[in-house]
């Protein structure tokens, strides 16, 4: 008890509370702003929480995390451009309702659902991450190392086109995390005789340059082929465009049951906010009322896809805080901010720095309480950022990607790095490599290598000796049978369909 007021005196002292005012301020500009996103932009900004405490530094990048699935919706009902996968189906209502002079209500319906399921994700990860810890403090190496193999499987299944090219990318991920010294004998391994290279592949060079600055490649080869110029946003309004109790009323259990399917995709890795998103405007069209005409201006459909996609973000620190697993990208930017501050995610969390962990949950309360003040009070500002081209965007971000990698360890070394995996993270994009499956099999490498030894040392590398540890069967078999469904599923998928 002690532990979680301090924790929370912490993330409501006065510039805990000014930090997480700035992530949610710059979530809600990198929200708006076309071609930039969110894993993207907490890339950058973990070189900015070098100099804060860690709760001021987590609760600024959980307050860009959560504010920049807000103002996504802008550019999505405004301009009919999804700034991300998610927004996609925000697009679907959201511009037909601003076309018809109802665009206000459209970004409050998206404002409104935002922060219920972000509130209901925070309070699911409350709730579940001790109790899942506690359990996870029970299991040995044989079991995490199923663990993670699973949580890898999920991802590279659900994270692109092909499980086998999923996997290989998560592989290779774990391979480069290998780079550096033995963690047993100090032996160097594969370090080419760099010194630079001993201590491992910086990991904020390697996010950076396979998301941050790869994205802008992508943007930059998209804006070149691009005619016409960037979409003008809609600027029509109506007489009935607000949104009042009645409206409120009318989307309520579309807001709590979005949350609830939000919550529980969050806590699945690999699945992510786009999962979520489609699969909460399927279930709300099932559940559609005669008149309701989803895809022609409807605010459930507004409501439905907002909802669920804000919930996901703190729903995916479950596994994280409990197991050390990332459940998405942005969970597995954090892990770099964390380790940077000497804090290692997972089932000990808890014990060693629980007042640290009630800190992030008063952190997160916080930035949604401030997601609503700012959104609400900042709605037509945030709207004039959706005419900002994307030829001005692109170089500022490149110029802060370099600066942040430079600002690592204060060597051109870095930049290099992160340039080389800019140049993978393309070809991996060109040629249907998941970067995410990459990332977070580079992130969770050095943990598996350390868990696969012990459980090699457990089972005396006798594969007969699982038998005695009916957990990890049970896990492998549910990896297994989950990547033949996955295959079997693609497989069978048509080329074309409904969204539902």
Not at 251 to 276: D, E, K, Q, Y
Not at 406 to 427: D, K, N, T
Request: glycine residues 12%; aromatic residues 8%.
């Amino acid at each position: 008890m002690q532990d979680a007021l301090l924790g929370f005196g912490d993330a409501l002292s006065p510039d805990t509370i000014a930090f997480v005012l700035i992530g949610v301020l710059l979530g809600y500009v990198i929200g708006v702003l076309p071609g930039l996103n969110r894993p993207a932009v907490l890339a950058i900004a973990i070189p900015l929480s070098y100099y804060m405490s860690p709760v001021s530094a987590v609760g600024f990048l959980i307050g860009i995390a959560k504010a920049s699935g807000a103002g996504g919706a802008t550019t999505a009902v405004l301009i009919n451009v999804p700034g991300e996968p998610n927004a996609a189906v925000t697009c679907l209502d959201g511009y037909p309702l601003a076309r018809s002079g109802k665009a206000r209500q459209a970004l409050q319906t998206a404002l409104y659902g935002s922060v219920i399921g972000d509130v209901v994700g925070t309070l699911a990860l409350i709730l579940l991450a001790l109790p899942l810890a506690r359990f996870a403090l029970k299991i040995g190496p044989v079991e995490m190392t199923a663990l993670m193999m699973l949580a890898l499987t999920f991802i590279a299944a659900l994270s692109g086109s092909s499980l086998l090219r999923g996997l290989i990318a998560g592989i290779f991920g774990m391979l480069v995390a290998t780079i550096g010294l033995d963690i047993e004998s100090g032996t160097p391994r594969m370090t080419f005789d760099q010194v630079d290279l001993m201590d491992g592949v910086p990991l904020l060079a390697v996010t950076v340059g396979m998301l941050a600055l790869t994205e802008m490649v992508i943007q930059a080869e998209e804006l070149l082929g691009r005619r016409g110029g960037d979409p003008t946003p809609v600027v029509t309004s109506g007489k009935d465009d607000r949104f009042g109790w009645p409206e409120f009323r009318h989307v309520l259990p579309t807001f709590l049951r979005s949350s609830l399917v939000g919550t529980v995709i969050g806590i699945i890795p690999g699945l992510g906010p786009s999962v979520a998103s489609f699969a909460s405007y399927g279930i709300a069209k099932r559940f559609a009322r005669p008149g309701e005409r989803y895809g022609e201006g409807e605010l459930k459909g507004v409501a439905a896809a907002e909802t669920a996609d804000n919930a996901v973000v703190p729903a995916s620190f479950i596994p994280l805080f409990a197991l050390g697993l990332p459940g998405s990208v942005s969970a597995a930017i954090l892990i770099a901010a964390l380790t940077i501050h000497g804090v290692v995610p997972g089932p000990r969390l808890f014990e060693e720095h629980a007042r640290l962990v009630y800190g992030i949950y008063g952190t997160m309360l916080v930035a949604a309480v401030l997601m609503l003040i700012v959104g609400r009070v900042g709605l037509v500002a945030f709207a004039q950022l959706t005419r900002v081209p994307a030829i001005i965007i692109i170089p500022v971000v490149v110029m802060l990607c370099v600066v942040g990698s430079y600002l690592e360890s204060r060597s051109l070394f870095a930049v290099q790095v992160m340039i080389g995996f800019a140049v993978l993270g393309y070809l991996m994009h060109r040629f249907d490599y998941s970067r995410v499956t990459f990332l977070i099999g580079f992130v969770i490498g050095p943990q598996f290598e350390l868990s696969l030894r012990q459980a090699l040392i457990i089972t005396d590398r006798d594969p007969a000796a699982l038998l005695s540890h009916p957990i990890a069967l049970a896990i492998l078999a549910t990896a297994l049978i989950g990547g033949l469904l996955s295959m079997r599923a693609r497989d069978r998928a048509p080329t074309t369909g409904d969204i539902t």
